[in-house]
Every structure is written in C-alpha cells, then in structure tokens.
C-alpha cells in the first residue's frame, strides 16, 4: 500500500541552527500539508501546498518557515533558525483529491537544545 | 476561524461498555475524518464522512456525521483493550486546499 515517507524519524538540533525536515508523499497526490503535534496536544496545522505554490499557512509558519518541492517527488519543510518552542513531531501528509482524507507519514520527531 | 472540539478529553472504560465520543465544529462543512494515533505514532485513517447523514462502521467503531448540528460521533460498542489510543477528529476547512482542522483529540483508554 502507498505511504507518505518522512525522514529523518528524529533529528536533534542546536538552537539558532537550519534544519530540513524531508517527505516523499504518495506520488499521485496533489495536495501536500505539515502539521505539527507538541507532544501529547493538538495537531496544528502548518501549511498546505498545492499547484506548486502555499495554498494557506497559519500564525504558526512564520518567515522562519519555508516549503519546497524540489522535485516530482520530495516535499521539504526548512526551518532557518530553530527555537526550543519548535520541539515537536512533524507530520507530513498528502492528498489525491478533496474528497478523500489525507494519508500521514511516520513524522519526524524534532528536539531543539 | 474554524474551531473543532471534542469531548470528553479523557475516557477511560472497562471492556465490554460502549460509549461514544463527540466533535463538534463551528461552521459549515460537510467533509469530516476520524484518525487514531497510538502513543509516538502517526495519525492512521478510520473514517471518512463526506456528507450530512453519513454513517461508516469498521469493527466496534461506528461514526456518524449530521452537518446541520455541526456534530460528528464516534461509537464505541464493547470495547476491547486494543482501542487504547487517542482519537482525532478532523474537519475539511473547504478552502483552496481544504486543510483539515483537528479537535483536542479524546484519549481512550480501556481497562481489563
């Protein structure tokens, strides 16, 4: 069965360092998204992407944030200078269409000290 | 802004009970979706409600839609200790890219 592939699975980081989180969603989907889940709360959502470009960001995705899809396949989320409130698990997902829900990757624990 | 609420947020029940877990949301969709997450796990798909009235049953679990309340419900008939997990409803916002907005989620946790 198709999967939404995140890597890394864990990624520790120094505050104020860049990180890439990478996902390789389902490959006939065409709506991408990240969430993100601090631990034991809510998943909050991020930002959708679709037609190669943001559809909608939150208050959450500041000019910290960026999204990429380099390729026809990955989808990548860029933090530039990380804070410790950004610890957190960030999931990826993908849709076919509207009308189906969206499929979740494994998601990439991200731990800031 | 869109908000979507669950309760309760925690349930803990013996096996065997039923009991249903409720998601209210604050306007107008017809496209809602349940996910389960196990602890430190991704959000697993259980179903998807696309239209008032909408009912979907996959074992013990039964979810039903009614877009005039605003309100979604998740049953649970004589729970096993297997549905142990926390459950997400999540609603469609019918935007561009229709990104779904989760509720607080409902830890469930069944006793032996």
């Known amino acids: 069965e198709p999967e939404v592939t995140q890597t890394p699975s864990h990624q520790v980081t120094q505050m104020g360092q860049e990180v890439i989180l990478r996902c390789v969603p389902i490959s006939n989907h065409l709506y991408f998204y990240w969430y993100r889940q601090i631990l034991g709360q809510k998943v909050e959502f991020l930002v959708s992407f679709y037609n190669n470009e943001i559809s909608e960001k939150s208050e959450i995705f500041d000019d910290q944030f960026s999204v990429e899809r380099p390729d026809g396949s990955n989808f990548t989320l860029k933090i530039r200078s990380t804070k410790l409130e950004d610890s957190a698990m960030y999931f990826c997902a993908s849709r076919e269409n509207v009308d189906r829900g969206a499929f979740f990757g494994q998601g990439t624990r991200l731990t800031v000290v | 802004e869109l908000k979507v609420e669950q309760n309760p947020l925690f349930l803990s029940m013996q096996e065997g009970k039923n009991y249903t877990i409720y998601c209210n949301y604050s306007?107008?969709?017809?496209?809602l979706y349940w996910y389960r997450q196990d602890p430190g796990k991704s959000l697993e798909s259980l179903f998807v409600l696309l239209s008032n009235g909408a009912v979907k049953q996959e074992g013990r679990l039964m979810a039903s839609l009614d877009t005039k309340a605003r309100l979604s419900t998740l049953h649970i008939t004589a729970a096993v200790h297997d549905l142990s997990a926390t459950y997400f409803c999540?609603?469609?916002?019918?935007?561009?890219?229709?990104?779904?907005?989760f509720g607080t989620g409902t830890r469930l946790q069944v006793t032996l």
């Open positions: 306007t107008t969709s017809d496209r």
């Open positions: 999540a609603v469609d916002n019918t935007g561009t890219a229709s990104k779904l907005t």
